[in-house]
């Protein structure tokens, strides 16, 4: 088996690996129903866009179920101190996540304009409030969250929903929504023509725009104004995990300082930059799938940003820094991690190649013609 400090990484990596897939998978689902009421101007136009993707919405959602179990199964204590920290936070997710099987299965089944343009506004709400929380959620990781562990280990969060909405975490929701949207746009640039696609196109050049703007800001408001957190004793990657067991300060530019450290890892937000700004020149040509690739590399490069940034850190605190919980003391045992892994070497795999499958089968473009000869059958 795996030494421990070995696997820790590996799960960091994977749990990484397992949140860009959501982003990825399930984000363009989620553009695209952000987008629904805006590129589609008629009933007809608003079915196409449905129609790119509702046949897989759902499956993709098993990006979303494996994060969160792996990080249930890796890193409980992560688990325990965020959902219940961020309880009315993640209730919103799940909240606004039930309008969207209901808006994709019930949308068609009445005629009514009401019903149909209920459901629409429906679908965006599904669609743009979990992207607009994960960020928001991702701003307020970067600046620390206020809780603590007592003696007993047990999590106890000290902040309420409110203080979430801070000016640096509405920024980084900005981000996520800019992203998940301008992967949606793309993604309609290559499933869609004639006005549908125009319409995406130049969505995905507004906030293709806006993802650069709001990604660059981040980047200087870290560098400037959000102070990062620094282990200075204790922390054993080799050791049994105990949060209490490191001394952990604050500090102005830390999460700047793997960068300095390391400096190839520099090409992460500079894979966000450029892959973003080839995503805006390929649907500027209307090149729709080289287009969604792009702005899928620039998913990565922004989530891997974050993660690199605060490495080893998961869940720093901003009340109490020695509780923070970092990649050396917030996992499962060693054992549980072994078994793990070898359970994602088996159905990892099998993930992947259902999913290509998926696609493979429902390749092509989806047009107004298409939705009238099958009107009676399709979403």
Do not use: C
């Not at 019930?106 to 709400?125: C, H, I, Q, Y």
């Not at 549980?336 to 696609?359: D, E, K, N, Q």
């Amino acid at each position: 088996m795996l030494d421990y400090e070995t696997l820790r990484i590996i799960w960091w990596l994977l749990v990484g690996v397992l949140l860009i897939g959501f982003a990825i998978m399930d984000g363009h689902d989620m553009g695209v129903g952000t987008l629904l009421p805006f590129t589609g101007r008629t009933d007809l136009e608003r079915r196409v866009v449905i129609n790119t993707v509702a046949p897989h919405w759902d499956g993709n959602q098993v990006w979303f179920i494996t994060a969160g179990g792996a990080l249930f199964a890796a890193w409980p204590l992560v688990y325990a101190a965020a959902f219940s920290g961020l309880y009315w936070a993640l209730l919103a997710v799940l909240w606004a996540l039930f309008l969207r099987p209901t808006g994709f299965d019930f949308r068609s089944k009445l005629e009514n304009p009401r019903w149909r343009a209920g459901w629409d506004w429906g679908l965006f709400v599904g669609s743009a409030v979990p992207p607009l929380i994960f960020g928001v959620a991702f701003g307020n990781l970067l600046q620390g969250l206020p809780f603590h562990f007592d003696a007993n280990l047990v999590p106890h969060y000290t902040g309420s929903f409110w203080q979430l909405l801070n000016p640096f975490a509405l920024l980084a929701g900005v981000v996520s929504v800019a992203m998940i949207t301008f992967h949606g746009a793309n993604y309609l640039v290559f499933r869609t023509e004639g006005d549908i696609q125009h319409r995406a196109r130049k969505a995905a050049l507004l906030f293709g725009a806006l993802l650069l703007a709001s990604f660059a800001l981040a980047g200087v408001w870290v560098a400037g104004g959000i102070g990062g957190y620094v282990i200075t004793a204790g922390a054993d990657p080799g050791g049994l995990s105990n949060p209490l067991a490191k001394e952990v300060v604050a500090e102005r530019g830390a999460w700047l300082a793997n960068y300095a450290r390391h400096p190839w890892t520099m090409l992460v937000p500079a894979a966000a930059f450029a892959a973003t700004l080839a995503g805006l020149w390929l649907a500027a040509r209307r090149k729709g799938f080289a287009a969604t690739v792009a702005s899928s590399v620039a998913m990565t490069g922004v989530i891997g940003t974050a993660g690199v940034s605060m490495f080893p850190f998961v869940m720093p605190s901003s009340t109490s820094p020695n509780s923070s919980l970092t990649v050396w003391d917030a996992t499962s045992s060693h054992l549980t991690l072994g078994i793990m892994f070898w359970a994602v070497v088996i159905f990892m795999p099998l993930i992947i190649f259902y999913t290509r499958w998926a696609y493979r089968v429902m390749a092509g473009k989806v047009t107004v013609a298409y939705i009238q000869q099958n009107a009676r059958s399709v979403y």
